[in-house]
Nanobody, 118 residues
Framework: QVQLVESVGGLVQAGDSLRLSCAASGRTFNNINMGWFRQAPGKEREFVAS????????YYADSAKGRFTISRDNAKHTLYLQMNNLKVEDTAVYYC???????????WGQGTQVTVSS
């Protein structure tokens, strides 16, 4: 089992930056892939970014490329998502995920609200 707890999001203005963190506990953190998803009001949940446990390879949705950076600190068992130049359309509940499997992700955090105002 892996427990995931996201940091509190917040209300920011367009163009601002915000960093989300996700603290993981439970089974070994260092050998599982991790990532972020988000769900905007009235929309389906969508992939944002992920990072592999091996070599720290990163993957981004097109909407996140160039603005968001995913990283992990294995010593602290923490995943991060640095979001720069935020846009109104980034408003969503952001979810931390862990342990990627063929059908999806085994573990999900409770989600944290990020609201970007114009």
């Amino acid at each position: 089992q892996v427990q995931l707890v996201e940091s509190v999001g917040g209300l920011v203005q367009a163009g601002d930056s915000l960093r989300l963190s996700c603290a993981a506990s439970g089974r070994t953190f260092n050998n599982i892939n991790m990532g972020w998803f988000r769900q905007a009001p009235g929309k389906e949940r969508e992939f944002v970014a992920s990072i592999s446990w091996y070599a720290g390879r990163t993957y981004y949705a097109d909407s996140a490329k160039g603005r968001f950076t995913i990283s992990r600190d294995n010593a602290k068992h923490t995943l991060y998502l640095q979001m720069n130049n935020l846009k109104v359309e980034d408003t969503a509940v952001y979810y931390c995920v862990a342990d990627q499997i063929r059908s999806g992700w085994n573990y999900w955090g409770q989600g944290t609200q990020v609201t970007v105002s114009s």
